[in-house]
């Protein structure tokens, strides 16, 4: 009873809270966001901005102190995520939606191999025909281009760190998934296995039918692989849209901020400035008001006190009282 | 595997050179010993009510075995005796190898000290998994206070409580020595059923005074895997709690089973509170016992055997982790 | 292009260590708790004997009396009170304790400092010297001490303890010298060229304190209950308002464990034990969040 | 001015139960590090960069080969004198929250190393407090903010500017700055990236920065020097824009093809060169080091190791060829 | 478990006299051997507890025995059903042999050493079942108790480790010369061998045999040979092993001990254990007095008048209910003698002694007397340095400890700085005491009912006194073990030649040495008796009964012992 569609995503109203000692700060407060079925959505943003937790919630997965507080995640063919309890929770996890791990570099069992956790995985979710599932993993390690059969055999730590980010995907996929959930799949990898991991992402993703979303905080891996990007700052996404319009036309002065930041490899180099001021942690972010303000360029009376709801631009969705004012809409001559 | 054989053969000779050095402190420490055993013995009998005459017949038998000789002869032949795997002659129990006195001794030391070590060891495995878990909840703190606290109680004070609530109070076992004599030794129900009741009482405190440890140490192990990527990667796969529990388990207890085989080494030299209450003949009460009776041979015998059981314990535990991880036993670095 | 000057975020107030250490302490009640019985220690132990005449009243009348208001814990085989026993004898058990303490902790500390640091040649002369140190079955050879020195003075006892006891130390300590060894703050140090003395005291031993401190507290429990177990075992010298000889005479004198005359005698002790042993293990609780300046001020 | 030639290291991984094997870090490499310059070592994950920086730093030993720092070579001298010398080279660690100690504010972080300083310069206890504030405000903090601040109390740039004003504290002639960037926050990159700059210019420090990030070397030194490591041998070296613009060696072609292309801004380059295998220690190091993953590799490649040639712009290959493999700006 | 042992027909006991060690042989001469007195080891009669006869025997071994008034002669009937466990008589050749045996081991009756006191010159086997015994010329007045103790072992079993030409080796020791000396190296030779043979199985003469042991209990059965079966109730014995006090009390709270031997008891013990159903205290005499000891050659114990100081505020009656309420009394009085003895020898002679009484004006004066002076309310030397009485106790002895401690509240009291040190082990206390390193401390004495034994304590070897091949000498303090230190002769007496002379003297000669010596030790007090033990035992009526009464004189016998006079019952319906 697996289905056999990319499932679409909706985010509505999200809040995440943790504990502290200074009690529950929202890490993401009233998050919406929508995956269309069958694309690659990125979540981009600094660290600390909530893109982790984001990411978890789609599997109702955030982790003590945390707790949702408030929202919904609507994935079709599951429903509320949000509700799900118990033992439908755990079978939604692996077998509908399958994630791959931020430290992918350890996400196995140090003391079992890589064949072994695979049986694991195949009981937990009563597969009936071990033998086939084997067989799958062994195609799919293949055909990222591995020899499924070495793999199967190892220990993680006889594998390098590509492989192991490779094997992630595997167990990700094996269960026929149709939602992936990849929380900084290149991290700690270095460039050339980077590239093989994004590429292997994005043909797995178009050959399965997936709908795929890719946490990162590198946006140029958000650039190479996504259809639509979505970004995160103080627990907020204060931008989102198809990739090639965001990159190419930030509306967000948050958005502008960052990829005007990016070091890159042609170009001007004196036209590359760095934000001011910090990001904000979970103690800093600001109760009312937008988030953004200390370090905006536009900053305006309202922003101290009223918090920007998002709102579309067409195929964009933008959180920020100077977007949409005559003024403040001419984009920077360099990027258009 | 040549490898292997050369870091046994290391780990043996650097064990052999301990012993060696700390059998040589024992012996001059041993030989300094003030007190003279045959004084002793005389005394001891006229105390237990023997007549002065009939006591002094009894302990003229002790100028017999009186080691000779300057110290440093008793030294080398000492060790010239060990050599040849002789540990000498009992003072306190004259024509008796000390040998056969350890032998007999070790077999009731081997029980007690593995039965409670392993029940220990499970029980507060069992429960340091729990307050792992729960530790941000009151259970979880007061597991973890209770575990240092009972870490923290000697051993002999547990010893007497146990002694006073279950062969006085409510006097279901008995108080001391390791077997009822009434029974014909062998694999019969009634010896052995008697075997356990007086191993009881000994376990039972041994087990009581250590699985705080292992508790602490065991929630701490499992805070540690908890906080791994790897167990929250394995609950988003949906992995059934009963595997992610073994997930869990077998990581946390990895390094624990190093601190287990330790831990039985040292015991064979710590168990002297222990056997000293319940009367069990084992080596720490042979030990107590040559002290008194100023038996040389037998306390040097006696601290022998116990620093070679360290000694072992601690090659085991260094051979067995690399037995046990793959991460050690395939080579190369996690 | 010029350096962006970053815009200083709000002054919070320099905060006080002690400061610190009261809200950590304020956390968890049950670690207020652990101070005060610490402290209500160390009272005793400074100024327990002036609290009662010397020597000890007796009543020939009422040996191994039952408790009473004027005797909480009953009394002795002479007739003493016996909380002011264990009152006036807490300062023999922590002092004794207390040079354990010291001693273990400084040996231990310092050899293992010197390994972890040094490393080569003089890492594996003491890492060896540290494993005969564990080698050496500790109880074992105190019994047979105890018969060759007369341990007539705490200081005397601890000195013994401690230098039968600060192996385990040492290995964490080196384990921990060798890690630290490795971040980058140690480097930078090496790098800066401070000295070695600096970088010791000032930057290995500091992140090293809760660590030290709760091996020091651990350390004193350790030598108490080795100290006491040797009375109780008989083979240190008399005092009668020991807590080990407390427990010597209570079963052994007493029949404490056989009859119900003398339980008072045997628990007023075991209760001083257990009592004691509580407050450090609370004390210890908190000093991780103590020296760790990142719990201690949030 | 430093300078290095043949630098040879080999680590001997202690054996465990199957015993271990010996990793050849650094393979005879050659470097100048002019005063005030910049060098910038790229490579990938494991192929010796961090153990050079070390080595340059004084932080770790050398094999065989020679470094000579203005005119005195190292490896005759005595600890003592070797660790005056490699005072001039300050390392800055890639983790600016472990290169702090957490349990010292930032004053006494600064303080200790000026105290040093003070004594050796014959100045006093208030020059030292003077100083640190100098130095905190050159390098972008305010001090009155930052000075009686724990570490964990900072942001990571705020930490990694801490770092490098503790670097200046012995007034060094060259900072190893080791991936210094590759852990903060993107916002806040180019400002370190402008600090080290700025540092170069107004201080004339030489930094040799090392990253796998190529694109953060334009922004420290585009005047400077850029050297491509493979497996512990240099085979591309020369002015960091014309190797960036013209790469010659199959490898750095192929590091640079890696890099994401940010679609909507640029278009990736024209001739990308994919390596045809993993990385992998165990390969042969007979002939070319690359040989094995690269797509152009002839039977000459596999037998003989092709020795950095050329002045100006140099590569080991025996097929150099440039090729277009950078992203270039979608329009302009 | 513990209910195991109340099985009918099984005897459970303690054996105080030995750790019970299963690799020890079983084989009396071996000190740990595994054998135990009365019930499988026989000796050829049994001691009486009379307070001042030592010559007073149940038959054992021996049915009847003859001796000449001077003890010159023994002459040995045998049992005339003994027989061996194994069947096998027990005969004249079995005595003679254990007494060769005997011989190796040494002793005062077979001392090799011809001018030995009381020493056998000749045995001689008169028929199968009658041994005739000859004392040397040095004649004692023990020799009876001593050949009578012998323990019998079967020739067949022991006999092998006797050369065939023993007895003519013996009779060359006993002579002088080269020769002489050879043959007693020869003999002594033996003693290790003779001590190390572990027989196969146990053979034995007396109402049991060992069946089997283990490291803390043995058990035994039934002899069906012995030759007074009919008295022996029980089918098995079952001994356990003596570990502490403790232990017994435990034992006999749960019921489990048909007979204990003696043991300290503090009084909520005791209560406890009467408690019990079943459970009774059998009180008797017990001739050993515990006391305080001086190093008389330090100061300023070298004083008579300081010891007399002592004595008099030392509060003996408090000192006993603080220590051992339960088993001691008191003494009357300090004349190195118990006091149940004292009455027998010394009659009305006890009034003419100093009581000690607590005098606390006394004591001043003597401390006067001594030239000791009164500083601030505290005793100080008389050279004005402070005074300060150390008693020492080995720290295992708990009643002692307590006793000690509560001397040191009562000197404190009375304006004496007085402190307990204890020394570790028993063994490191004779070790240190005999050195001389205490100037006072605790000692066991009164040793009866021998008054050679008793005075023996006291103006013995730890006094200076040595007897060496039947000659007496005095060495001088602090050598040899002479750590009492006391004067060789005192107003003219000679303590320790007196003492000697106890050995051979007749009954009324002995009577005024005793006299004398109980004078001389209550006025010189080279100790002060604290209190006498009293043999406290506990038995259990709920499954034998015919139990010795209070003050019986075979109370210091094993209940073996009692067993075979008849004494023990079966319990009707148990
Ligand atoms: N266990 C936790 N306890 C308290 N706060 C937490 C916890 N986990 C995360 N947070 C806070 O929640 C916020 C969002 O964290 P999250 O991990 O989602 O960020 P992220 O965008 O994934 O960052 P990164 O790029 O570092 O992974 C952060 O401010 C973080 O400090
Ligand atoms: N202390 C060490 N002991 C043994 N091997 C080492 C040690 N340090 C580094 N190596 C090995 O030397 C090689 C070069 O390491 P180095 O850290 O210099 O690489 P790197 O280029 O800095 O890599 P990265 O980009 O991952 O930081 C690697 O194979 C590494 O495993
Ligand atoms: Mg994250
Ligand atoms: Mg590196």
Redesign the interface.
């Known amino acids: 009873m697996t289905e056999s569609f990319a499932p679409g995503v909706r985010v509505q109203d999200l809040t995440v809270v943790y504990r502290t000692p200074v009690g529950e700060l929202p890490a993401l407060a009233g998050v919406g966001l929508t995956l269309a079925p069958g694309t690659i959505t990125g979540i981009v943003g600094e660290s600390g901005s909530g893109k982790s937790t984001l990411a978890?919630s789609l599997?109702n997965?955030v982790?003590?102190?945390g707790r949702i507080s408030g929202g919904s995640v609507e994935i079709d063919g599951l429903g509320d995520v949000v509700r799900l309890t118990g033992d439908d929770l755990?079978?939604?996890?692996?077998?509908q939606v399958g994630?791959v791990?931020?430290?992918?570099?350890?996400?196995?069992?140090?003391?079992?191999t890589v064949g072994k956790?695979l049986l694991?995985?195949g009981?937990?979710?009563d597969v009936a025909d071990l033998p086939a599932l084997l067989r799958e993993a062994r195609a799919l390690l293949g055909r990222m281009g591995l020899d499924g059969g070495r793999v199967l055999d190892s220990?993680?730590?006889?594998l390098s760190g590509g492989m192991r980010q490779r094997v992630?995907i595997m167990?990700?996929l094996v269960l026929n998934a149709h939602l992936v959930v990849l929380d900084e799949p290149t991290t700690a990898l270095d460039m050339i296995t980077q590239a093989t991991i994004l590429r292997i992402v994005k043909e797995v993703h178009r050959e399965r039918g997936l709908t795929t979303l890719i946490v990162t905080h590198d946006i140029g891996v958000a650039a190479e692989v996504t259809d639509s990007l979505a970004v995160m700052y103080g627990g907020r996404v204060v931008e989102h849209g198809p990739t090639m319009d965001v990159l190419g036309s930030p509306r967000h002065p948050y958005t502008r901020g960052l990829i005007r930041a990016i070091p890159r490899l042609s170009g001007d180099i004196g036209e590359a400035t760095a934000l001011p001021g910090r990001p904000p942690t979970l103690g800093t972010i600001p109760a009312e008001g937008c988030v953004f303000r200390e370090r905006c360029p536009l900053r305006m009376a309202v922003c101290d006190t009223v918090d920007p709801a998002p709102a579309a631009y067409g195929e964009r969705t933008v959180a920020c009282h100077a977007v949409g004012r005559p003024v403040n809409l001419a984009v920077r001559k360099e990027y258009v | 595997m040549?490898?292997?054989i050369r870091?046994l053969t290391g780990h043996l000779a650097?064990g052999i050179a301990?012993?060696w050095?700390?059998t040589t402190?024992?012996f001059v420490?041993?030989r300094?010993?003030?007190?003279?055993?045959v004084?002793?013995?005389y005394?001891?009998?006229?105390?237990?009510?023997?007549?002065?005459?009939?006591a002094?017949?009894?302990?003229?038998?002790?100028y017999?075995?009186l080691p000779t000789g300057s110290l440093w002869d008793q030294y080398t032949g000492y060790l010239n005796g060990l050599i040849h795997g002789d540990l000498g002659q009992s003072l306190?129990?004259?024509?008796?190898g000390v040998a056969?006195?350890i032998g007999?001794?070790a077999k009731?030391t081997v029980l007690p000290v593995l039965g409670g070590t392993l029940l220990s060891f499970l029980l507060g495995v069992t429960l340091g998994v729990y307050a792992a878990i729960k530790r941000?909840g009151k259970l979880g703190?007061a597991l973890?206070?209770s575990g240092?606290?009972l870490h923290?109680?000697?051993q002999?004070?547990i010893g007497?409580l146990v002694?006073?609530i279950f062969?006085?109070l409510w006097?279901?076992?008995?108080?001391?020595?390791?077997?009822?004599?009434?029974?014909e030794?062998g694999f019969n129900a009634a010896y052995i059923v008697?075997l356990v009741?007086h191993a009881t009482l000994p376990v039972l405190t041994y087990a009581l005074a250590s699985y705080g440890g292992w508790i602490l140490a065991m929630k701490s192990s499992v805070a540690t895997v908890l906080g791994?990527?790897?167990i929250?990667?394995?609950?988003?796969?949906?992995?059934?709690r009963s595997?992610l529990f073994r997930?869990i388990a077998?990581?946390a207890i990895?390094p624990l089973f190093t601190i287990l085989a330790l831990s039985l080494g040292?015991l064979?030299?710590?168990a002297?509170?222990i056997e000293?209450i319940f009367?069990y003949?084992g080596l720490?009460l042979l030990?107590?016992?040559s002290?008194?009776?100023?038996d040389y041979a037998l306390?040097g015998g006696?601290?022998l055997v116990?620093?070679v059981a360290?000694?072992v314990a601690?090659i085991a535990a260094d051979l067995l982790y690399?037995v046990i991880?793959?991460?050690?036993?395939?080579?190369?670095?996690? | 292009m010029t350096v962006t000057q970053l815009l200083p975020a709000p002054a919070t107030p320099r905060r006080n260590f002690w400061r610190g250490v009261l809200r950590v302490m304020r956390r968890?009640p049950?670690r207020m708790a652990g101070v005060a019985i610490v402290a209500l220690f160390a009272f005793m132990g400074l100024f327990g004997p002036l609290l009662y005449p010397s020597p000890l009243p007796r009543d020939d009348n009422a040996l191994y009396a039952a408790p009473s208001w004027a005797h909480p814990f009953g009394t002795d085989f002479e007739g003493t009170d016996v909380l002011a026993l264990v009152v006036t004898g807490t300062r023999y058990v922590l002092l004794a304790g207390l040079a354990t303490a010291v001693i273990t902790v400084a040996l231990g500390t310092g050899i293992g400092l010197l390994a972890g640091f040094h490393r080569g040649r003089w890492d594996t002369v003491l890492m060896?010297l540290t494993?005969?140190q564990?080698?050496?079955?500790?109880?074992?050879?105190l019994?047979?001490?105890s018969?060759?020195w007369k341990f007539t003075s705490p200081l005397e006892m601890g000195v013994v303890l401690g230098v039968l006891g600060w192996g385990g130390i040492a290995r964490a300590v080196r384990s921990q010298t060798l890690s630290l060894r490795e971040r980058g703050f140690i480097e930078a140090a090496r790098g800066l060229g401070l000295s070695t003395r600096h970088i010791v005291g000032r930057e290995l031993l500091p992140s090293m304190a809760p660590y030290i401190a709760m091996n020091m507290l651990i350390a004193v429990?350790g030598a108490i209950?080795a100290q006491?177990?040797l009375f109780?075992?008989g083979v240190l010298p008399f005092d009668a308002n020991n807590w080990g000889v407390m427990?010597n005479l209570a079963?052994f004198g007493g029949g404490a464990?056989?009859s119900a005359a003398a339980l008072p005698y045997?628990l007023a002790p075991?209760l001083a034990?257990?009592l004691l042993?509580?407050g450090?293990?609370?004390v210890?609780?908190a000093m991780d969040e103590i020296f760790n300046p990142r719990l201690r001020e949030e | 001015m430093i300078t290095g030639t043949g630098v040879t290291k080999t680590y001997r991984q202690r054996?465990?139960?199957?015993?271990?094997r010996d990793v050849q870090a650094l393979r005879g490499v050659d470097f100048a590090i002019e005063k005030g310059g910049a060098v910038t070592f790229i490579g990938e994950s494991g192929c010796g960069k961090t153990t050079l920086g070390r080595i340059v730093a004084g932080l770790e030993t050398y094999d065989s080969g020679e470094i000579v720092i203005d005119g005195t070579p190292m490896s005759g001298l005595r600890h003592r004198q070797r660790q005056a010398h490699f005072r001039r080279v300050q390392l800055i660690h890639q983790d600016p929250y472990s290169a702090l100690n957490p349990t010292r504010t930032i004053h006494q972080t600064l303080h200790a190393p000026l105290a040093l300083r003070a004594r050796q310069k014959g100045r006093s206890k208030a020059w030292a407090e003077e100083r640190a504030r100098e130095l905190l405000t050159l390098v972008g903090i305010d001090p009155g903010y930052v000075l009686p601040r724990y570490p964990h109390q900072l942001s990571g740039g705020m930490r990694q500017r801490v770092v490098i004003a503790r670097a200046l504290t012995v007034d060094p002639e060259v900072l190893v700055a080791d991936e210094s960037v590759s852990m903060i926050d993107v916002s806040l990159r180019l400002g370190i990236l402008a600090l080290l700059k700025d540092l170069r210019e107004r201080l004339n420090v030489s930094v040799l920065f090392i990253t796998h990030d190529i694109a953060t070397a334009r922004y420290i030194g585009d005047d400077g020097e850029l050297y491509v490591i493979y497996r512990g041998q240099v085979v591309e070296r020369g002015p960091t824009e014309a190797v960036i613009s013209e790469p010659v060696h199959p490898y750095t072609q192929a590091l640079l093809s890696a890099i994401p292309v940010l679609r909507g801004v640029e278009r990736p380059g024209a001739e990308r060169v994919v390596p045809t295998e993993a990385l992998d220690e165990r390969h042969a190091d007979t002939g070319c080091l690359f040989a094995r993953r690269c797509p152009f590799r002839t039977e000459r490649c596999e037998s003989e190791r092709p020795s950095l040639e050329g002045t100006v712009h140099g590569h080991a290959c025996y097929h150099p060829q440039p090729r277009a493999v950078i992203p270039v700006e979608a329009s302009a | 478990?513990?209910g195991?042992?109340a099985?009918s027909g099984?005897y459970t006991t303690i054996d105080?006299?030995?750790?019970i060690?299963?690799?020890?042989?079983i084989n009396p001469?071996?000190?740990?051997g595994n054998t135990f007195l009365g019930y499988d080891a026989m000796t050829l009669a049994w001691p009486k507890n009379d307070p001042v006869d030592p010559n007073r025997f149940y038959p054992g071994i021996a049915a009847s025995w003859t001796v000449t008034p001077d003890q010159g002669e023994v002459v040995i009937h045998l049992q005339p059903k003994a027989r061996w466990s194994d069947g096998k008589p027990v005969t004249s050749e079995d005595v003679r042999t254990s007494i060769g045996l005997?011989y190796t081991?040494?002793?005062?009756a077979y001392a090799v050493d011809p001018k030995a006191a009381g020493s056998a010159a000749d045995v001689r086997v008169v028929d199968a079942r009658t041994v005739k015994v000859t004392q040397g010329a040095s004649k004692s007045n023990?020799f009876l108790r001593?050949v009578l103790?012998t323990v019998v072992v079967p020739a067949h079993v022991f006999g092998h480790l006797l050369p065939a030409d023993f007895w003519t080796t013996l009779k060359a020791a006993r002579g002088t010369g080269p020769a002489a000396e050879k043959a007693k190296a020869q003999i002594t030779g033996l003693?290790?061998k003779v001590?190390?043979?572990?027989p196969a199985k146990d053979v034995s003469a007396g109402p049991f045999t060992l069946e089997?042991?283990?490291?803390?209990?043995?058990?035994l059965v039934r002899n069906k040979h012995f030759y007074a079966n009919q008295n022996i109730a029980p089918d098995?014995v079952?001994v356990?092993?003596y570990?502490?006090n403790q232990?017994i009390w435990?034992?006999l709270?749960?019921g489990s001990l048909d007979s204990a031997?003696?043991t300290a008891v503090p009084t909520g013990v005791l209560k406890r254990i009467r408690e019990t159903e079943g459970n009774e205290v059998v009180k008797g005499f017990?001739p050993?007095a515990v006391s305080l000891a001086f190093g008389q050659t330090r100061k300023p114990y070298d004083n008579v008048h300081v010891r007399r100081a002592l004595a008099y505020l030392i509060d003996r009656s408090q000192v006993t209910k603080v220590a051992s309420p339960e088993a001691g009394t008191p003494a009357k009085t300090t004349t190195g003698i118990h006091a149940k003895s004292a009455q027998a020898w010394l009659g009305n002679g006890i009034g003419e002694l100093d009581q000690y009484q607590v005098d606390p004006a006394k004591a001043a004066k003597e401390l006067e007397a001594a030239g000791m002076t009164r500083k601030g309310g505290k005793w100080a030397m008389p050279d004005g340095t402070p005074w300060k009485v150390e008693i020492h106790v080995p720290a295992s002895f708990s009643d002692w400890v307590a006793a000690a401690k509560a001397i040191t509240s009562q000197l404190n009291d009375h304006g004496i700085d007085a402190t307990v040190l204890t020394a570790a082990?028993?063994?490191?206390y004779?070790?240190?005491l005999?050195a001389g390193k205490y100037d006072v401390g605790f000692w066991?004495m009164a040793?009866g009912p021998s008054p050679y034994?008793i005075y023996?304590?006291i103006y013995g070897s730890a006094n200076g006194w040595q007897l060496l091949a039947g000659q007496l000498t005095h060495v001088p303090p602090g050598t040899q073990g002479n750590w009492m230190g006391g004067p060789e002769i005192i107003d003219g007496i000679n303590p320790g030649a007196l003492t000697s002379r106890l050995n051979a003297a007749n009954p009324d000669e002995q009577r005024r040495i005793v006299g004398t010596l109980a004078k001389l030790t209550n006025q010189q007090l080279p100790v002060i008796q604290l209190y006498d033990y009293v043999n406290t035992q506990f038995v259990s009526t709920s499954r034998y009964t015919g139990w010795p009464p209070a003050d019986s004189d075979v109370l210091?016998l094993p209940a073996g012992v009692w067993m075979q006079l008849g004494m023990i019952k079966e319990k009707a319906g148990s």
Not at chain 2, 327 to 333: D, W
Request: proline share 7%; hydrophobic share 40%.
């Open positions: 978890l599997l997965a982790q003590p102190p755990r079978r939604a996890r692996g077998r994630y791990f931020q430290a992918a570099q350890n996400s196995l069992n140090p003391l079992k956790q694991d995985l009981r937990s979710h220990y993680q730590h006889e992630g167990l990700a | 040549n490898t292997v870091r650097r301990m012993i050095v700390v402190i024992s420490i041993i300094n010993i003030p007190g003279d055993p004084r002793g013995q005394e001891k009998l006229i105390e237990q009510g023997m007549g002065p005459d009939q002094e017949r009894a302990t003229a038998a002790l017999g075995f306190s129990t004259p024509g008796t056969t006195l007999s001794a009731w941000s703190d973890a206070i240092s606290l923290g109680v000697p002999y004070v007497l002694t006073a062969t006085t006097p279901i076992l008995p108080a001391g020595g390791p077997v009822d004599i009434s029974f030794p008697s009741q791994d990527d790897f929250l990667a394995a609950e988003l796969r949906g992995l059934k595997v997930y077998r990581n990895l040292m064979f030299g710590g002297i509170f000293t009367n003949p720490g030990l107590v016992n002290i008194g009776a100023r306390m006696t601290f116990i620093t360290i000694v601690n690399a991880d793959p991460r050690v036993r395939t080579g190369g670095a996690a | 968890k049950s060896r494993d005969l564990l080698t050496i079955p500790g109880l074992p050879l019994l047979v001490l018969t060759v429990t209950y006491v177990g109780f075992l427990l079963v464990l056989t045997l075991l034990i257990l042993t509580l450090i293990v609370l210890v609780d | 054996g465990n139960l199957l015993g271990g | 478990g513990v195991g042992s099985d099984v105080g006299a030995k750790q060690d299963a690799t020890a042989p001469f071996n000190p740990q005997a081991q040494g002793g005062t023990l001593n103790s003693a290790e001590i190390s043979f572990a089997r042991v283990n490291p803390g209990e043995a058990l098995r079952k356990l092993n570990t502490g232990q435990n034992y709270i749960s031997p003696f017990s050993v082990d028993y063994t490191l004779l070790d240190e005999a066991l040793l034994n023996q304590r210091r």
